[in-house]
Every structure is written in C-alpha cells, then in structure tokens.
C-alpha cells in the first residue's frame, strides 16, 4: 500500500508542475555575431556584427517577433543589415529548456561593388530558451537566411546569445 501511495503521489505532483508550466513570455534577445567566411579568390574573412530579436505575448505557443542585425568588416554578397518579423512557436519547458521553432521574412541590404541593393529575406530557426534566472536566458539555436534577388544566396549559422524575458 505504501508503494501504491508513493506512486501516486509522484504522479500528481508531477501533473501539477506540468499544468503550471506558464505560456511563453515575451523577451528581448541580443547576441554578438561572428563568422568566418571564404572570399572570392580564396581568402578567408570574418564578419563580426550584432544580433537582436524581441518577442511579443504568448498566445496557445505563438508568438510575433522581430529580427534584426548589422555587419561589420562585410565582403561581397553578405547583408549588411537585416530586418524579419515572423512567428515562433515554443513547446512546454523541458525542466529550464524551452524550445523552438520560428519563421520570417523581410529585407537586407546586401553589399556588392558599388551597390548596396535591398533584397527580400526569408529566414527560419530553431532552438531554445533556457532559464537561467526568473528574467535571464540563454537563447542557442540554428538560423537559415535565404536572399533572394540579386543575391540569390543562402546562409545559415549557430546562434548563441543572452536576453531578458518580461
């Protein structure tokens, strides 16, 4: 009967964590950038730059959010600056681990000889918020940028950052 009772008990509090597991909240993600590139000709090239995103209320796992970024140090055929908007969609936290999975679209200005033209974007991720603290995150994922246009190039590139969450 004891073990029958232990049981249960582990059970219900382990449905009661799970049926308290609070929607995403919004958040404010920023990260430096750095990537290691090859030339026309060969060379290699690092492009550092600055990364940012924020998200806006939760509604049944969706959120809207915002995306944008600047190089520096850019060589041709990379953006120079970048904006998206898009959704994300985060799945119930996994102890502090929240992940998801997100898409946009929107501009980047691309450097090419003389011109700096605006090409559409279309950019897709996935990843995780892990809870540090109550308000601090840690945010590691993967994201695929698609240009379209004079571009016609795709980059895709590891993501590390820290954010707040509100």
Do not use: K
Not at 16 to 43: C, I, K, N, Y
Not at 49 to 67: E, R
Not at 116 to 125: D, E, I, K, N, Y
Request: net charge positive.
């Amino acid at each position: 009967m004891r073990n029958v009772l232990l049981v249960v008990g582990v059970i219900a509090c382990a449905a009661t964590a799970s049926a308290q597991d609070p929607a995403p909240r919004p958040f404010l993600t920023g990260e430096v950038m750095a990537a290691s590139l090859t030339a026309e000709g060969g060379s290699r090239t690092i492009i550092l730059g600055y990364d940012a995103a924020i998200g806006g209320p939760s509604l049944g796992g969706f959120q809207l959010f915002g995306n944008f970024g600047r190089g520096f140090g850019v060589n041709r055929n990379n953006p120079e600056g970048y904006a998206t908007a898009g959704v994300r969609h985060s799945w119930r936290s996994l102890w502090r681990f929240r992940p998801y999975v997100d898409a946009g679209a929107g501009a980047a200005r691309m450097a090419f000889d003389d011109r700096r033209p605006m090409v559409p974007l279309f950019s897709a991720g996935l990843g995780s918020h892990v809870q540090l603290t109550r308000h601090l995150t840690l945010d590691a994922g993967y994201r695929r940028y698609r240009y379209f246009g004079a571009a016609d190039s795709a980059r895709g590139r590891p993501t590390l950052g820290f954010g707040v969450t509100f």
